[in-house]
């Protein structure tokens, strides 16, 4: 019975994705799996680059340097913004998975957003201000 | 109806067979105040009648007219164009997602039915055995109350399969169960129907969802999958915390 004309009409992980025509909780969605992905890539190198620094303090100074850089700290602003709104949505799916909540899952999800900028403001200033 | 007329391209997928899908594009002049399936059977009818499409009550009660509509899934038949496009304007016809495409606009929903027999909530069965009321139950606060004893609307899925096409995973999670039929047995409740848990309690049931509530945005019907998936998890970890301190 299974013939290729028996594939479900799917682009697959693309549809995972494609923003077009979903609504406030889909792109929570999208915006948790970007951001979970992209975590996972940051958590890789970042364990790479601690890796690096257990070859002593020259390795250390030269990777402070590195990380000063306008894009380095673009990126760790990104991870920050990533962090944050992965974390707090997590808690947002967390209490919905126990049935608390479910109605207002769309003001849930403003209130992630909003926190996620907050917190990315706070953040950002200070860390202009220490450099 | 108004008088007012308008002129809407309708692009339409089409794919027979084994063939590559492509869409092909009919102008149609229609009234705003028509449904988007006028215009489908309007092509059908003067323009190409190779077109294969689904349709039986024209009143929102079989779930056969669901396509996706500018990439929405909408019930075609209670979907006015006003509401969808404009003067001049497109509308994009497509089958549903996440079923295979038996012939241009219509799918292959054995994946739904297959789910509900499940769930032993088949499309048919005797009036005695509907799972009118669900013990145990909250249903979302917007759920209108009869006299504020009975709800209502509990009962309402059409088995479109709307929900299975919005959602965004089903289509990588061919096994998945799907919105239409989690709600179906969170109609009916673990206290009550108990045997339901090793179906809903799995990879591909209650835990596949990933909280998306598109099946909830786009369900004609007011069933609210998505507080129905998340209610069935909440019964499972209830009856999973039972278990631990000893509880039945
Ligand atoms: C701050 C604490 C965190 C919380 C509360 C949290 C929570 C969650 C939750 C609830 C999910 C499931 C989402 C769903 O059902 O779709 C999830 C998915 C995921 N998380 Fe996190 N998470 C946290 C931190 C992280 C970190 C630091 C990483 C990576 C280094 C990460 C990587 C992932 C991945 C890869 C997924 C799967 C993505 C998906 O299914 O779409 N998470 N997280
Ligand atoms: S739950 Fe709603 S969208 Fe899904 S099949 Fe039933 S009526 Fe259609
Ligand atoms: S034709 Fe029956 S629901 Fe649309």
Known sequence: ?131 | MSEEKWTVNFVVYRKKGDGEPHYQTFTLEVSPDEYVIDGVERIWAFHDRSLVFAHACHHSTCGACGMRVNGVEKLTCITRIRDVTKNGGTLRIEPLRNFPVISDLVVDMSRLYVGMDKVHAPAVHPLSLAPLEGEGIKPPRDVPMDGGKEYLRLADCIECGLCISACPVAGTAEEYLGPAVLAAAQLQGLKRAPDLAEVVDCVDGVWRCHSAYECTAVCPSNVDPGWRIMDLRRQVLAQRIKRWFGGA
């Open chain 1, 1 to 131: 019975m299974e013939s290729p004309a028996k594939k479900p009409n799917t682009r697959g992980i693309l549809d995972w994705f494609d923003p077009r025509g979903r609504q406030v909780g889909g792109w929570g969605f999208i915006l948790n799996r970007l951001t979970a992905i992209g975590l996972t890539v940051y958590l890789y190198l970042h364990l790479v680059m601690l890796g690096k620094l257990a070859q002593g303090p020259e390795a250390y100074d030269s990777f402070i340097a590195f990380a000063k850089q306008p894009l380095i700290m673009f990126g760790e602003m990104l991870v920050i913004i990533g962090g944050l709104y992965h974390g707090l949505n997590g808690v947002r799916i967390a209490l919905n998975s126990f049935g608390v909540a479910v109605p207002a899952q769309k003001q849930l999800l403003y209130g992630v957003l909003g926190l996620t900028l907050v917190g990315s403001l706070i953040f950002g200033l200070r860390m202009l201000a220490a450099h």
